[in-house]
């Protein structure tokens, strides 16, 4: 029972960090209707931005704040120079543009650090709080505890906030939000900076665990589309929620289904995609979308 | 009634006036074409031959994501799976069952299209981007499964085998052999898929990459065509996989990992989507880009096909084969 509950408690760290990168996905597809295939590798560009500072001798939490500034006017640049010329354009060419910027940022970030794999320090100690027979990782709950804290800021920020309100009514109507005087242009550069952010979030928190390198993010972003999947790709709290319960099924499979082992963990996710698309397309807090011609 | 039919008429009112206009210059083109693959392997060196086929095996996968890509309007990043899968089908009855060769290219082609056509369903009756995520997730999970069955599949070592020798008849070396071989199958399924779009299937298509409310309120049963268009791209990127067991003759897992499936998506954008000559630039591309730009740094090959889709997808949206097809229409419109 003990090695149940400390399978699921790793679960939920992972999946914290699958929540935190989804709900990047799932902020871009609400204001543009976007997926954003490179979310993953922006993340990770943004992972080793926050090494360089570390590497320069920067304290580690201030190095993360200035990654943090540093990808969100990375997002809203690539939003203004990238994504705005095919505004509106048919969703495969967004799909395809998104990609070539997945392909450039990965090789980009190959060239400037080369690709060799390193070290990436981890902010919580190594240590473990033990209760009952379970040992919690610090870093597993200093994990749990930056995306809590990050999905409490975001929600404050949309419920609070005059700029929040006008981000939700962009994603809800953009031409109505418009003609109540919301630079719609801005609101979007803006949901760029901030799923750019959220994303750099999920990448430093998975790179002490996963090792730093161009590719890191490949096999996460898979988890992030399988929560955003599950959750309803219009949902932040379905990301969250899919994001936990993707980490954990994860873990257990790979823990307790002996065919699958840790080899083949990656087709959980897999499962869990085309599983939701059989049963509930719109996933579980999604809207299901009536289309009119 | 008229009104209606505008997404599959446009296409067809279209076709007889660039026919008759193009089809002389097009011919002589395609003839060119024709005699100069059939006597370039007698002029070049075995290694050039060798670099040719390539381009043509490629072309063959290219040519099937554009069916999918740019004539129906779906997109796939995982027919570096399907490409996979054709090759390991080829390569293990090569090895385990010793099956005369000729005879693993029908196999690999029903064992991609049933997997197509499988994963066509659940994907396909939804929105193009789930599409995009299911099959890319595909090729990624292909990789480890390969390894998994070592028995079968030879793990992470793959799979060693014989190049076939070309008939005595023939009087041929290895590689010319193996370059005709190849040539056949792209020659062959290019003509297969241009009957297909010349034809009411090829219609039905056009029409659902052009606006899907108004193929299905014409008739046209968008789950069943989408389905059947993944499958028979699926098919051709599997064919592609089992000429390329013949050529290199050998397989291993990490030879098809998920930079191959977006190569072959970066190939049919730069070559041109939905194009005749789309596919034979795109396969050049997918096979002498990264050899030639890897001197320059690891790198390079990605930045320049990162940058190219971008770019192509902002100026030139049909690629290389549409810029040569833009400058002669612009060309006729000046004429008239």
Redesign the interface.
């Known amino acids: 029972m003990a090695d149940f509950i400390q399978q699921l408690v790793e679960g939920l760290g992972s999946g914290a960090i699958y929540a935190s990168l989804a709900l990047a996905l799932v902020l871009i597809y609400q204001f543009t209707g976007i997926?954003n295939?490179a979310q993953g590798e922006l993340a990770m560009f943004s992972t080793f931005i926050a090494w360089s500072f570390v590497q320069a001798g920067v304290p580690f939490w201030l190095a993360l704040i200035l990654t943090l500034a540093v990808s969100f006017l990375g997002g809203m640049a690539i939003e203004r120079i990238?994504i705005r010329?095919?505004e509106g354009a048919?969703?495969?060419?967004l799909?395809?543009?998104t990609?070539?910027?997945?392909?450039?940022?990965?090789?980009?970030?190959?060239?400037i650090w080369s690709?060799l794999i390193k070290d990436f320090p981890s902010p919580f100690p190594e240590s473990a709080l033990h209760l009952g027979g379970v040992s919690l990782n610090y870093s597993t709950l200093g994990v749990l505890g930056v995306v809590a804290a990050v999905m409490g800021v975001l929600y404050a920020l949309f419920r609070f906030t005059k700029i929040g309100l006008a981000m939700r009514a962009v994603a809800s109507n953009p031409a109505s939000a418009r003609l109540s005087g919301v630079r719609v242009g801005r609101v979007l550069a803006l949901g760029w900076g901030l799923a750019a952010t959220v994303g750099a979030v999920s990448g430093v928190l998975v790179a002490p665990v996963l090792f730093l390198e161009p590719n890191m993010m490949?096999?996460v972003l898979?988890y992030a589309?399988?929560a955003a999947?599950l959750g309803g790709f219009d949902s932040p709290l379905g990301a969250v929620v899919g994001g936990l319960v993707v980490g954990v099924a994860e873990t257990l499979a790979g823990a307790y289904v002996g065919a699958i082992g840790s080899?083949?963990k990656?087709?959980v996710?897999?499962a869990i995609?085309?599983g939701v698309?059989?049963v509930r397309?719109q996933g579980l807090f999604g809207r299901a979308a009536v289309?009119r011609? | 009634m008229n009104g209606t039919r505008t997404p599959t008429a446009a296409p067809a009112a279209r076709a007889p006036r660039t026919r008759r206009a193009v089809l002389k210059p097009q011919g002589v083109l395609l003839a060119v074409l024709l005699v100069a693959a059939c006597v370039a392997p007698f002029q070049l060196v075995p290694f050039r031959v060798f670099q040719l086929t390539m381009v043509l095996v490629y072309a063959i996968a290219v040519l099937g994501l554009d069916l999918l890509v740019g004539r129906t309007g779906q997109i796939s990043l995982g027919h570096g799976g399907f490409f996979a899968i054709g090759a390991y089908v080829a390569a293990v009855l090569l090895d385990r069952w010793d099956v005369p060769y000729p005879l693993t290219l029908p196999a690999a082609l029903a064992v991609t299209f049933v997997l197509g056509f499988a994963l066509g369903i659940p994907a396909l009756r939804l929105r193009g981007l789930y599409l995009a995520l299911v099959t890319m997730t595909i090729a990624i999970f292909l990789v480890p499964l390969l390894k998994r069955f070592e028995s079968l599949t030879g793990g992470s070592m793959g799979l060693t085998l014989t190049k076939p020798d070309a008939p005595a008849w023939t009087g041929l070396a290895q590689d010319q052999w193996l370059y005709f071989c190849v040539l056949l199958v792209t020659g062959g399924a290019t003509l297969a898929v241009a009957g297909l779009l010349r034809s009411r299937v090829g219609r039905a298509l056009a029409a659902i990459r052009d606006n899907e409310a108004a193929a299905e309120v014409m008739g046209v049963r968008l789950s069943r065509y989408k389905t059947l268009a993944f499958a028979w791209s699926a098919m051709l990127a599997g064919a592609a996989g089992c000429v390329n067991t013949w050529v290199i003759a050998f397989v291993s897992p990490d030879s098809f990992t998920s930079t191959l499936s977006i190569m072959l998506l970066a190939g049919i954008v730069v070559g041109g989507l939905g194009s005749l000559y789309g596919p034979l630039l795109g396969g050049a591309f997918v096979f002498f880009m990264p050899t030639m730009s890897q001197g320059i740094n690891q790198a390079a090959p990605g930045v320049i096909s990162g940058l190219l889709i971008i770019v192509i997808m902002y100026v030139a949206p049909t690629g290389l084969a549409g810029l040569a097809g833009r400058a002669s229409a612009a060309r006729l419109a000046r004429k008239k």
Do not use: H, S, Y
């Not at chain 1, 048919?90 to 060419?93: R, S």
């Open positions: 997926v295939f990238v010329p095919v048919p969703e495969l060419t799909v395809i543009v990609l070539g910027l997945f392909i450039l940022v990965n090789a980009a970030a190959g060239w690709f490949g096999g898979v589309f399988a999947t080899d083949l990656i087709g996710p897999l995609i085309i698309l059989l397309p289309e011609a």
